[in-house]
């Protein structure tokens, strides 16, 4: 890393700002709770496991959707609910109960401190390929903005989300520093559009620091003097 010529960084979410699957958790037991009331025949038929598995189906026929969390889930919910014999039409409100939770996030315990202390001294920018909102999840007024797949219409870690990221920041790639904790989709994507990376890694000790990785964002605003 030339940290020297940093002049923004991009942050994944997702299993670097908080772990994902706690929250995808909760989101999944509120949906079903919601069925149980609303959606009774849904419910019955398909417990959570099931749902979940409904959903992994829907990626599999619907490859097109990959970057597309949102349409995904909700389509999978239309097809629970239309073929447990409850209206489709509650697909929409369905999502919003699942989509409620899964934002309610749980922060890693250094995470709040440090991105004060890296948006104090660099723009930041989230980029993921997941569906959390900024606004939602509390943590928006560290960030410039945010970038998703669903939104850019491809996901990491093909370079031009992350060279996106980059003209919405004003920076050459060479000038962001992206930070994630997956080595293909982050530290891989990030390099092929030619940023600097810190691979996340909250089990490595501090001289892999060294060998471009940091342990946690604490670590990462000390490196970078802030």
């Known amino acids: 890393m030339n940290l020297q010529h940093v ?3 991009t942050l994944d979410l997702d299993d670097t700002l908080w772990p994902v699957w706690p929250a995808i958790e909760r989101a999944e037991r509120a949906l079903h709770a919601w069925l149980c ?3 009774p025949a849904t419910a019955l038929r398909f417990d959570i496991v099931a749902l979940r598995a409904l959903r992994d ?3 599999r026929q619907r490859p097109e959707w990959a970057h597309d969390l949102t349409a995904l889930r909700r389509e999978s919910l239309r097809l629970a609910l239309d073929g ?3 209206d489709p039409a509650l697909a929409d409100a369905a999502f919003e109960v699942f989509y409620a939770a899964r934002n309610e996030v749980d922060l890693y315990p250094e995470v709040p401190a440090a991105l004060r202390r890296l948006s104090a001294a660099y723009p930041l920018l989230a980029l993921t ?17 945010g970038l998703s797949a669903r939104e850019f219409g491809v996901g990491k ?3 031009r989300i992350f060279i996106e990221a980059c003209r919405r920041l004003g920076c050459a790639p060479a000038e962001v520093l992206h930070v994630g ?7 891989e994507g990030a390099r092929a559009a030619g940023m600097q990376t810190a691979w996340l890694r909250r089990s490595v000790d501090g001289d892999a620091l060294t060998r471009g990785c940091v342990a ?11």
């Open 84 to 86: 447990s014999g409850d």
């Open 129 to 145: 390929n997941g569906n959390a909102d900024l606004g939602r999840t509390g943590i928006a007024p560290w960030f410039r903005g």
């Open 157 to 159: 870690p093909d370079p």
């Open 181 to 187: 904790d997956d080595p293909a989709l982050d530290v």
């Open 7 to 9: 002049r923004a960084l």
């Open 37 to 39: 009331t609303n959606a």
């Open 57 to 59: 189906a829907v990626g």
């Open 216 to 226: 946690d964002l604490a670590a990462l605003a000390e490196l970078l003097g802030c």
